[in-house]
């Protein structure tokens, strides 16, 4: 079974950067193409970004050229490097596999404030 663990969340100031981690484990070595998550309160979680096996990616637009999602398939990893942040961006964020969507981990929670 698929486990998803979701890291690097905090609070930043507008302008700021985060890098978010998210781990698979129990995918028996089978390597998904995966996708960030984000859900502001009273909001439903949308997808904001994509990245296929081999490391095509996609971005919804309010990302585009501030986000930028990537993968080590060594380590079961995904990330989500997110720059100039603004305070819209404020969100629990979360990975899954877009295709055939697992169990949500606790995601992990970016606030972005002055």
């Known amino acids: 079974q698929v486990q998803l663990v979701e890291s690097g969340g905090g609070l930043v100031q507008p302008g700021g950067s985060l890098r978010l981690s998210c781990v698979t484990s129990?995918?028996?070595?089978?390597?998904?193409?995966m996708g960030w998550y984000r859900q502001a309160p009273g909001k439903r979680r949308d997808l904001v970004a994509s990245?296929?096996?081999?490391?095509?990616?996609t971005y919804t637009d309010s990302v585009k050229g501030r986000f930028t999602i990537s993968r080590d398939n060594a380590k079961n990893t995904v990330y989500l490097q997110m720059n100039n942040l603004k305070p819209e961006d404020t969100a629990a964020y979360y990975c899954n596999i877009p295709t055939n969507p697992r169990s949500w981990g606790q995601g992990t929670q970016v606030t972005v404030s002055s």
């Open positions: 990245i296929t096996r081999a490391g095509s990616t």
């Open positions: 129990g995918s028996s070595g089978e390597v998904y193409a």
